[in-house]
């Protein structure tokens, strides 16, 4: 009905005079003064710098192919440019795999956790800051296990030393230690570890040894399993790979498993935490070289 006055009303004082006398919205009678074909939206014209077909098609063809199924799409997207090719944006790579019948998805099999507030634990150099970590392998019967001991480096996520055993054990923990900090050279009063306040991270031959090479060793809080996230982080990383067993039939064949997984960790793996390069260009000094050259093939 308002919508009629103001027609009537326009030849005499305007639109927008008769929209302010009834108290009407002037952008409602102009849109109903529209053609119906008019409201209809625009298609939204293609950039100029949008991927062709074929260049859509050679990224999933990348991101499908048997080399790199399950990977994210950022680690793909890393691995490439180190190989000097660029196909796209790491966002582009993303967005394909979202267009491409919900491709985006975790490509491995998860387990639903709660989210929980993570401790921060400094380090600005390699061998600054280690975490490490008991893990449980399963065994080839049930209730049995073999025990996998990992030192990680903080900054580098790179694996200074690893053991499998059959128990967990104070003496072996302390073995291990004192192995790694004499490959890396651990300088006195330079070396924090971190632990969770597991048996064998609190005995006091671990304790008796950290004070005589000068280490200090700090814990999680009491029942805060998630005070050591970067060694869980890591466990995770093990577990959820593809090739991982079930079971391992005997420890030979853990510490064979182990052995070409912590090979493919330091060297191979493209950490998001360390802007997708691998461990071990990290820790040794190589990643300020590496970033030059991904700028120079961007």
Not at 157 to 182: C, F, M, S
């Amino acid at each position: 009905m308002i919508e009629q006055t103001v027609e009537e009303l326009t030849p005499l004082v305007g639109t927008r005079p008769a929209c302010r006398a009834l108290g009407a919205a002037p952008a409602t009678i102009y849109r109903r003064r529209r053609p119906p074909e008019a409201l209809s939206r625009r298609p939204r014209p293609v950039p100029a710098r949008a991927l062709s077909m074929a260049e859509r098609e050679a990224v999933l063809a990348e991101l499908y192919c048997e080399r790199f199924v399950d990977c994210s799409p950022a680690q793909v997207w890393a691995t490439l440019l180190d190989e000097g090719r660029y196909l796209a944006s790491e966002r582009t790579f993303y967005r394909l795999l979202a267009g491409d019948h919900g491709g985006v998805r975790e490509r491995r099999a998860q387990l639903t956790h709660p989210a929980y507030a993570k401790p921060e634990l400094l380090a600005e150099r390699p061998n600054e800051l280690w975490s490490w970590d008991i893990s449980k392998l399963k065994g080839p019967a049930k209730w049995t296990c073999f025990h996998l001991y990992v030192i990680l480096d903080v900054f580098s996520r790179y694996v200074v030393g690893w053991t499998v055993q059959h128990r967990e054990n104070a003496q072996l923990a302390k073995a291990l230690i004192g192995q790694a900090v004499k490959q890396q050279r651990i300088e006195r009063d330079r070396l924090t570890i971190h632990a969770d306040r597991g048996t064998a991270m609190r005995s006091k031959p671990v304790a008796f040894l950290l004070a005589d090479l000068g280490v200090l060793r700090t814990h999680n809080r009491p029942y805060t399993s998630t005070d050591n996230p970067y060694s869980e982080a890591h466990f995770k990383t093990l577990k959820y790979r593809p090739e991982f067993p079930e079971r391992f039939h005997d420890i030979e064949q853990a510490r064979a498993f182990c052995r070409n997984f912590f090979d493919w960790y330091n060297h191979s793996h493209r950490h998001s935490g360390i802007g997708l390069m691998t461990p071990a260009a990290v820790h040794h000094g190589q990643a300020k070289a590496l970033h030059a050259e991904r700028q120079r093939v961007l």
